[in-house]
């Protein structure tokens, strides 16, 4: 059981460049999450997932578009790179259980430096 | 919407106690939950409070007033492992899965 794994764990990027983070999760959760961490920033939600299918812009969407072709993969793309987007990429997913915040497992995280 | 507030810095010696205050301000509110997370690791969840009172899971403790709209963690026997982030998170209005966290509170535990 790997719980919610990243790939690739670091990437440099030039300005322009595209990308694209894929997030897994072996624990049969319907609900999966992109954050990015700044320094001082704490965690902030960019897109979402309740289930297979479907996407939801979270907090900070703008530059990042996402799909949940499959239950378990979550991918989150950039399409034209920008310095502003160095950060630090999580993926976490939740059993998405109706009426109870639930306990959001995290991967360990994806280190993106744009230059 | 929702903000929550942390002290950005904690430090405390081995053996001691030390409490991490959060106080938020939702327009409905749906329970505070505490993550840990250790330098360049990932968030790892540590309890949650729905209802006012003290939560005690072993050496961590998680304590809520709703009224106050304000909670704190409380580490016991601190150990140098303890030294990490702790950040607050409480659920956006919006929806009860999706959580908004503080900007952390770091914690430095010395010998």
């Known amino acids: 059981n790997a719980g919610v794994t990243q790939t690739p764990k670091f990437r440099v990027l030039k300005t322009g460049q595209s990308m694209t983070l894929l997030c897994a999760q072996d624990?049969?959760?319907?609900?999966m999450y992109w954050y990015r961490q700044d320094p001082g920033m704490g965690l902030r939600l960019i897109h979402y997932?309740?289930?297979?299918?479907?996407?939801a812009k979270g907090e900070v969407p703008d530059g990042y578009n996402v799909s949940r072709l499959k239950k378990q993969n979550f991918l989150l793309g950039l399409e034209s790179a920008a310095p502003s987007q160095t950060s630090v990429y999580f993926c976490?997913?939740?059993?998405?259980?109706?009426?109870?915040?639930?306990?959001?497992?995290f991967g360990p995280g994806t280190r993106l430096t744009v230059l | 919407g929702q903000s929550l507030e942390q002290p950005s810095e904690v430090t405390a010696v081995e053996g001691a106690i030390v409490q991490i205050n959060c106080t938020y301000q939702?327009?409905?509110?749906?329970?505070l939950s505490w993550y840990q997370q250790h330098d360049g690791g990932a968030p790892t969840f540590l309890s949650y409070?729905?209802?006012?009172g003290l939560e005690e899971t072993g050496r961590f403790s998680s304590f809520l007033s709703r009224s106050d709209s304000y909670g704190y963690l409380l580490l016991q026997e601190l150990q140098m492992k303890d030294s990490a982030s702790y950040f607050c998170?409480?659920?956006?209005?919006?929806?009860?899965?999706?959580?908004?966290f503080g900007t952390g509170t770091r914690l430095l535990v010395s010998p």
């Open positions: 976490a997913s939740s059993t998405g259980l109706a009426g109870v915040p639930d306990t959001q497992y």
């Open positions: 624990m049969n959760h319907e609900y």
């Open positions: 997932s309740v289930g297979e299918g479907t996407t």
């Open positions: 409070n729905a209802l006012d």
């Open positions: 998170a409480v659920p956006r209005n919006t929806g009860f899965q999706k959580l908004v």
């Open positions: 939702t327009s409905g509110f749906y329970g």
